[in-house]
């Protein structure tokens, strides 16, 4: 599988582990399972390429900040279906930008997407550590493992059946489990989230979006026709900000060595002759 299909394949992973944990939690609580899964197959929609490094870098250069649960709602209200929008429900759209910071969402799938958002990346994360060497379940604390479970499989299954237990006006956790789980994000984040293997090509990927970004913003005419629209009707930043958050690692990597990489003569005449 290519690079770019890896991206895909991650990203959707992730989707769909969000939109089954919320389902099997709003089924469980007699909950309205559509608007949960609806909720929860769109919360990412705003992602940028390189995940939260390419937000960081977005934020501190677009006009009026970046944050990818805001760009979610950007793209569903004005991105998407060549800037008519999904015409979505308030209360779907109401998941979506409430799915990771500040306020609570305003429903309980909502909120259900929220938690189910936590439990899903802290766990596909550790199975990416693993998978890239950083990491085994070993490593974890032994008392996280017997506490919260020894695989993937048995720590979603004990946080999920914590979480239809213990909620009833709110979705919660118990004291209990969410105390196990912020230890296990704190380990996360010593083990894996500063480790400088994962932390050593973000700078590259921070400047090459930022270069990318002041690249369109002011040369409005290599936007795609689609996004030009935008230019002319929210502004050039705007638009600049909403492509480069549009695009997969690989796109973002591609479009940055043709704007700013030479092709090497001798590559170039052998691709001529093809």
């Known amino acids: 599988m290519s690079p770019e299909g890896d991206y895909y394949r991650t990203r959707l992973t992730h989707t769909l582990e969000v939109a089954q944990i919320a389902r099997t939690i709003a089924c469980s609580l007699e909950l309205n399972e559509d608007l949960t899964e609806a909720i929860a197959l769109a919360h990412d929609l705003g992602h940028t390429p390189f995940g939260h490094a390419g937000e960081r870098a977005l934020n501190e250069v677009c006009e009026n900040g970046f944050a990818h649960y805001k760009q979610g709602l950007r793209v569903v209200d004005r991105i998407e279906k060549s800037g008519q929008g999904l015409n979505l429900t308030w209360e779907v759209r109401n998941g979506i930008v409430t799915h990771t910071c500040g306020e609570k969402a305003a429903t309980l799938e909502g909120r259900i997407v929220r938690i189910a958002d ?157």
């Open 118 to 274: 936590r439990i899903a990346y802290i766990n596909h994360d550790i199975d990416d550590a693993a998978n890239a060497g950083i990491m085994c379940e070993f490593d974890i604390p032994r008392h996280l493992r017997d506490e919260l479970g020894h695989s993937k499989s048995e720590r979603i299954n004990t946080l999920v059946l914590d979480v239809i237990e213990h909620s009833g006006n709110d979705i919660v956790m118990s004291a209990r489990a969410e105390e196990a789980f912020e230890e296990l994000h704190s380990f996360m984040f010593k083990k894996v989230y500063t480790n400088p293997v994962c932390k050593s090509e973000e700078s590259k990927a921070v400047s090459m979006l930022q270069r990318l970004y002041s690249y369109f913003a002011e040369n409005s005419e290599s936007l795609p026709d689609s996004y030009k629209k935008i230019a002319e009707e929210d502004g050039v930043n705007t638009a600049a900000c909403d492509y480069i958050a549009g695009m997969t690692d690989t796109f973002a990597i591609r479009v940055y060595k043709e704007l700013f990489i030479p092709e090497a003569w001798v590559e170039k005449l052998r691709f001529d002759r093809l």
